[in-house]
């Protein structure tokens, strides 16, 4: 169990389900859950919409069905309790087939949540890499290079050098921020956050941005659009994803980790003839407990894939301002004696600041690719989970 999120107990026993511990911990689950919401601003102002309203959107949807299998559990066990107990034991073979995979899949989760780089998938719903894998591939040969061929070939004696300092630079960041990424990828375990460099990168571009329009009033624009893009802080994001997988495993520590195994043996069931007996219940509420332990770790993978995504954005935004700015700062140097240098100051400052308008413009679009991602590979809707009609726990003739 993780500590700080664990609940004592198994709902589940030998053969049994017990209804009223399932309630309480879903009750438990979705005030976790309201806590972990993004705040305002969390992905910056560009991010505001469609991004984090979207995902506070998809949470509320989930939220609801957490308050849904609550009242539906409290409902059977207050039913059951004209029997003594809250626990609805399985009557057919079946049915506890179903119990015994449940079982089996609540020892497939290890101590805890575990926290992967974002396009690795811990709960079932299929494996694959992200779509932004090797997207700093296209960085590889950045601007660098044909800034320092472009100062050359204006005859800018001794600016070559300054360029491919700047390269040499990013080259240098750019191999610290893969070699972070591999070791986050060994140590991300347990309850350890996501760690995201988003305000960081945002932050330090800003700050060139503001040192080059001092040189420079062509950076201007740039300055502004890069504004919008600022991330203050990255702890609610990085809270947030941590908070969904510890919340995820929890389900998973109820309804079992190993999602597929418990899916299959549900649909074994209902492909039965015990599907038109009195398990039917039982098993129809573990079925949709399964739907939400998988839809919520996959918003925390939603999440998780907008921040890296940004990141990627961020990242470049950062090395191309670095370059930039050191490149105008020579410039303006070689200006002093020089003063037709200064057109080709004016040029470069527009040349930066149309860059960093176009990575702002994508920046809402980007943010927002976790929450089209996990719309579009979202088994059924939400809200469809634990609809307010179930089966009776009753016999049901042939």
């Known amino acids: 169990m993780t500590e700080g999120y664990a609940i004592q107990g198994n709902p589940f026993g030998p053969g049994a389900m017990d209804f009223d511990m399932i309630a309480g911990r879903l009750d438990d689950l979705r005030y976790r859950g309201d806590v972990a919401s993004l705040p305002g601003l969390a992905l910056g102002v560009a991010g505001e919409w469609p991004a984090r309203r979207g995902f506070n959107d998809i949470w509320s949807e989930l939220g ?13 066990a207050k039913t059951l309790q004209t029997t003594g107990t809250s626990y609805s034991r399985a009557e057919t073979s079946a049915g506890r087939h179903v119990l015994d995979v449940v079982a089996t899949a609540q020892q497939a989760g290890g101590p805890g949540p575990s926290l992967s780089l974002p396009e690795e998938d811990d709960f079932g719903y299929g494996q694959g890499p992200s779509m932004w894998e090797g997207i700093g591939e296209t960085f590889r040969e950045p601007y660098f290079q044909g800034l320092a061929g472009g100062i050359a070939g204006l005859g800018l004696r001794g600016l070559t050098g300054v360029a491919e300092m700047a390269y040499d630079d990013e080259r240098m960041m750019r191999l610290a921020f893969i070699e972070d990424l591999e070791r986050q990828h060994v140590e991300l375990s347990g309850a350890n956050p996501l760690r995201t460099r988003l305000s960081t990168w945002s932050k330090a571009t800003e700050e060139h941005l503001a040192l080059g329009r001092k040189m420079s009033w062509t950076v201007v624009a740039g300055a502004l659009a890069w504004a919008a893009v600022v991330v203050e802080s990255g702890e609610p994001l990085d809270r947030a994803v941590e908070d969904l997988r510890r919340i995820a495993f929890e389900l998973g ?115 927002a690719f976790g929450v089209a991602w996990y719309k579009s590979s979202s088994i059924g809707d939400p809200r469809e989970i634990w609809p307010d009609v179930v089966p009776e726990r009753t016999e049901m003739s042939p």
């Open 64 to 76: 609801s069905a957490f308050d849904r299998g609550a009242t539906q559990a409290r409902r059977v």
């Open 253 to 367: 520590e109820a309804f079992g980790h190993d999602t597929d195994a418990v899916r299959r043996a549900v649909t074994a069931f209902w492909e039965g003839e015990a599907s038109r007996g009195a398990d039917a219940q039982m098993v129809t509420f573990i079925d949709e407990g399964n739907r939400l332990t998988i839809e919520v770790g996959k918003m925390a993978r939603a999440i998780a894939e907008s921040v890296h995504a940004l990141e990627v954005i961020h990242w470049a935004a950062l090395s191309f301002s670095a370059a930039m700015f050191l490149a105008i700062a020579a410039l303006r140097v070689a200006g002093r004696f020089d003063i037709t240098i200064d057109w080709v100051t004016k040029f470069m400052g527009w040349r930066w600041s149309t860059l960093i308008t176009m990575l702002a413009g994508l920046a809402p679009t980007v943010a």
